[in-house]
């Protein structure tokens, strides 16, 4: 399937080095007189809404009314009260297990398709990535039907006799959210982890092997070092997203598993407070780069301590 | 040269940036002539040839082909048509419409269109292949597809653009002979670029060695090798034994040198060149220096020890230590006569012409 | 090659993966299960094999406004966000410029980003412009979540294709034009299919942009979404669902199948670039 990180666009090596003069210069012109319709449409599209978000919310809305003042008050709701502080912090634990649990569950997989997938390979990757191209409403849906009250897990149990009345704590809290996430998201991190492997240079793990390492030595002091990038790019992926997920809350979260981008939709619905919904998805956003940051650089220095 | 020139290149110079690419240039291409570019990757000369066929633009100088200039000439416009690299087959069309391509534009009737398309393909001996596509011919055909579709459109000039590189020694040494017998059968001007001293001996008329993007000797592949302006184009086609000799005579054409243990000798001075306090730099190819064997003698002979020994299966190279010489000699000696089973150690006797002695330019 | 770089667990992998792969399907394949039962709840035993909840949807008007809806949402997405795709997959693979990670970066961003902010932020944008929420709001939104999609798929489409074919076809006499009509266009055309039909197909399951940007005109996941609060109609929103599953899956097989086909043509141009 299409690759979607690893965008190679460098050109082949026997071309001219760059250079200041009149052809090339119009070659630059031309390169971003063609690229201009689509990022201008990205920046009217995606960059400018995000900055106009960022201002409003230093604002204030009174009702239909917005005042212009500069003001902290959002932050100081949106940081301050424990409703918003609790829903932020069950959203990144929640995020954060739920890419933690997908890259650790995936990475066999993508390691499998690199190293044994042979000739099939690209078979494998689209069988692996077809369910994730589903609508995600629908995959949430058959969740609640697999771990509802009635649901498929419940009366399979009950028919094998492992219990003897249905679980009720199944569906409905922070669990069902995490598993059904981890669904998701499941088949999207294996392709940054495979295209990563594909590129680890394959007579490296011989020559380790060559210098004594066992295969799981080799595997641990090359391959996973080297797939790093692809590991990384696989967790941003998967945990940014899901820190703002809405439909998987909403269905199948019940009162436990409530995410903050419930109350974020509330502030553009009825709650009609514009700023403070601003306000939540800064702080989210801001909150969530730096924790990401944080694990990548955890994850690299660990990585280096193996070597 | 006589009438006027196919090719008529002068005092091009290519800047990218700083980088200078080409070093004023300026050749003269014969109608009908197999003519090469030599030299190492980086050169200049695919620069060179991309500037004959438009796709690079000098930063100076002229360019004319067949008496017109061609500056400024897109090149779809130009009487030339390129053999690249890598070929560039279309991958959406078949073989035979690849060669008709370019025909298409001149609204040619069917019958006729046809026909051209089948003589190319048997020009290069793929008439039955017209309907495959690229990812169905090996490297060697698709070179000829590349052939022919150029040829069908009967430019003055056709560029190759190093067409044998990606193909294997036999399967390259088979498409050379070929492509000489194509050239003589269709007589027109070849161009082609190559970093294959072998390829640009076998095939050439002439040959022009370029250097960074300087020409640095244009003569035929004979004159080339034998007698090479410079130590640099010495070298890099085939090895050459260097010493420095004391010039005792000088005239315009010719320099009188007394060399260690090769005697005085008469040669041709080189273009260019210049006497550096009083020395010359005087050269003779390996396969010059015959083994004596047994009582065999020569009036002009040099003697030393073998130092080392490498087989080749046709030939054998022997590094003879010559008392007097700065470095010891390299010979190439045909294992006709059992070179190869000289033990390293014995002296041998070379015998050598000295019409084979070549002063070069350093 | 099999074995030759296995770590030991080699013997418990293929099962790990078939273990895996029964995780990711076995959800998905239960909604046409289900869409098929003659009951209204989602338990098992199963109750019985029935087509009454599909027969159920022919005559659901709402449902075929929401269909429609979709299918104008996604044809717009779609050919917006290839034109779009085309345009920058073509600067960023022939041309050299600077900016180019930063300009890849921006149209790519929306993957990394939580799509209730991508949502929001539209939102308030376009309310402020003056624009009412309709159906052209959402294309404007999905156009966005779809651009790095349709520009993964044509990157890898113009990347594969060797600028020497263009200079081949100049070399023979053909113009400017005429190049881009014989030689670039049907050589990148599989991959603009692709686009076009991943781009389609992502719009017609995106739900977020479209619940936040449509007016009073709902796509199909908005539709459903709209149904899932009456357990009644859950089996009749099972069968559509499964309808859309089954959709997907043929129009992303069938990309997949013509991106393939014209990579390999690509392919054999030769060992000797890139």
Redesign the interface.
């Known amino acids: ?5 690893g ?3 460098e ?2 090596p026997s071309d ?6 009149r ?2 210069a119009s ?6 007189a ?6 201008l ?3 009217a ?6 900055l ?2 960022i201002a ?1 919310s230093f604002w204030t809305q009174d009702y239909l009314t917005i005042d212009r003042t500069f003001t902290l008050e959002n932050y100081r709701t949106a940081l301050g009260e424990p409703i918003y502080q609790d829903l932020l912090v069950r959203s990144l634990v929640i995020s954060l297990v739920v890419s933690l649990v997908t890259v650790t ?1 995936s990475y ?2 993508a390691w ?1 398709i690199s ?2 997938g ?1 000739v099939h390979k ?1 078979l494998w990757l ?3 990535t ?2 994730c ?7 949430v ?3 609640k ?2 771990l ?1 009250y ?3 897990m419940n ?2 149990l009950l ?1 094998i006799g492992l219990i003897d009345k249905p679980l009720t704590t199944l569906l409905y809290n922070s669990n069902a959210v995490v598993i059904t996430l981890v ?1 998701s998201w ?2 999207f991190a294996i392709l940054p982890i495979y295209v990563s492997l594909e590129k680890v240079d ?1 007579s490296l ?1 011989e020559a380790a092997h060559d210098l004594g390492d066992n ?2 030595m080799s ?1 641990l002091r090359v391959t996973l070092p080297l797939s790093l990038p692809g590991v990384i790019s696989a967790f ?2 998967v945990m ?8 998987t809350p909403k ?1 199948v979260g019940g009162k436990d598993g409530v995410m903050i ?1 419930t109350a ?2 509330a502030q ?1 619905g009825k709650g009609a407070n ?1 700023p403070l ?2 306000a939540l ?1 800064v702080t ?2 801001v909150v969530v780069s730096a924790i990401a940051g944080l694990v990548v650089l955890l994850l690299k220095l660990l990585v280096r301590v193996t070597k | 040269m006589p009438d006027k020139p196919m090719i008529a290149i002068e005092g091009v110079n290519k800047f990218y940036g700083i980088y200078k690419a080409l070093d004023n240039v300026s050749l003269d291409i014969a109608a009908g002539e197999f003519f090469s570019l030599l030299g190492p990757s980086g050169c200049g000369k695919t620069t060179l040839l991309r500037s004959i066929a438009g796709f690079d633009t000098p930063t100076e100088g002229d360019i004319r082909i067949d008496g017109q200039s061609v500056i400024g000439v897109p090149p779809n416009h130009r009487p030339t048509n390129m053999v690249f690299q890598n070929y560039a087959i279309f991958p959406h069309l078949n073989v035979e419409e690849n060669v008709a391509y370019g025909l298409k534009r001149l609204k040619l009737d069917a019958t006729e269109e046809r026909r051209r398309v089948a003589a190319a393909l048997e020009q290069v001996r793929l008439g039955h292949l017209g309907k495959r596509r690229a990812h169905e011919l090996s490297g060697g055909q698709r070179q000829r597809v590349a052939l022919a579709r150029a040829l069908v459109m009967r430019p003055k000039v056709l560029l190759l653009d190093e067409p044998l590189s990606a193909l294997d020694k036999k399967l390259r040494e088979e498409m050379q002979v070929e492509l000489r017998t194509l050239q003589r059968a269709v007589g027109i001007t070849f161009i082609l670029v190559t970093h294959d001293q072998y390829e640009a001996l076998a095939l050439s008329d002439r040959i022009a060695v370029m250097f960074g993007g300087r020409i640095a000797q244009v003569a035929t592949p004979k004159e080339i090798y034998q007698r090479p302006n410079t130590r640099q184009v010495a070298d890099f086609l085939g090895g050459m034994n260097f010493m420095k000799a004391r010039v005792t005579n000088e005239t315009a054409t010719r320099i009188s040198v007394e060399t260690p243990r090769f005697g005085g000798v008469t040669v041709d001075k080189p273009l260019g060149f210049i006497a550096r306090n009083g020395a010359a730099t005087i050269g003779i190819r390996p396969e010059r220096l015959r083994v004596l064997w047994d009582d065999a003698r020569s009036d002009f002979e040099v003697a030393g020890k073998v130092v080392d020994r490498h087989y080749f299966g046709e030939i054998t190279h022997l590094i003879v230590d010559i008392p007097g010489l700065e470095q010891p000699l390299s010979v190439s000696e045909t294992n006709n006569f059992g070179a190869d089973d000289i033990p390293v150690g014995d002296t041998v006797r070379l015998a050598y012409d000295p019409d084979a002695l070549v002063a070069v330019a350093d | 090659m099999s074995g030759r770089h296995g770590i030991p667990k080699s013997r418990w992998l293929p099962a790990y993966v078939g273990l895996y792969l029964l995780f990711l399907y076995f959800p998905i394949l239960l909604l046409p299960i289900f869409s098929f039962n003659n009951a209204s709840t989602t338990t098992f035993p199963l109750a019985g094999f029935t087509t009454k909840w599909y027969a159920s949807l022919w005559g659901n008007s709402a449902m075929l406004e929401a269909a429609r809806n979709s299918l104008i949402v996604g044809i717009s997405v779609a050919i917006l966000s290839t034109i779009l795709g085309i345009c920058a997959a073509r600067a960023l693979t022939r041309y050299r410029f600077r900016g180019k990670k930063p300009a890849t970066g921006l149209i790519m961003a929306p993957l990394f980003l939580p799509e209730i902010i991508v949502a929001v932020s539209l939102l308030m944008v376009l309310l402020q412009l003056g624009l009412e929420l309709s159906l052209v709001t959402v294309i404007l939104g999905q156009v966005i979540f779809c651009l790095p999609y349709a520009m993964s798929v044509l990157i890898s489409g113009f990347d594969g294709f060797d600028r020497s074919l263009e200079e081949a076809s100049l070399d023979l006499g053909e113009t400017a034009i005429g190049t881009f009509r014989r030689v670039t266009l049907p050589v990148v055309a599989p991959a603009i299919v692709s686009s076009l039909l991943v781009s389609f197909t992502v719009s017609l399951d995106e739900f977020i942009l479209a619940f936040f940007l449509s007016g009073t005109e709902p796509t199909l996941p908005v539709y459903i979404w709209g149904q899932l609060r009456f357990a009644a109609k859950l089996p009749g929103v099972l069968a559509l669902g499964s309808l859309m599953l089954l959709i997907s899956i043929l129009l992303l097989t069938l990309s997949e199948i013509i991106r393939r086909r014209a990579e390999h043509r690509l392919r054999a141009q030769g060992a000797h670039h890139a």
């Open positions: 399937m299409a690759v979607l990180p965008i190679e666009v050109h082949r001219p080095p760059k250079s200041r003069t052809w090339i070659e630059e012109a031309s390169g971003l063609l690229i201009s319709p689509t990022l449409y990205a920046l599209l995606l960059f400018l809404p995000v106009i978000v409003y569950v066999p997989i499998f190293f044994h042979g690209n689209f069988l692996i077809v369910p191209w589903t609508s995600y409403l629908l995959r849906m058959s969740w039907v697999i509802g009635g649901g498929v009366t399979g028919s669904h499941a088949a394959r793990i295969k799981l595997f941003l992926i940014i997203p899901t820190v703002g997920d809405y439909v269905l981008a974020i939709q553009f514009w919904g601003a998805s989210t956003m």
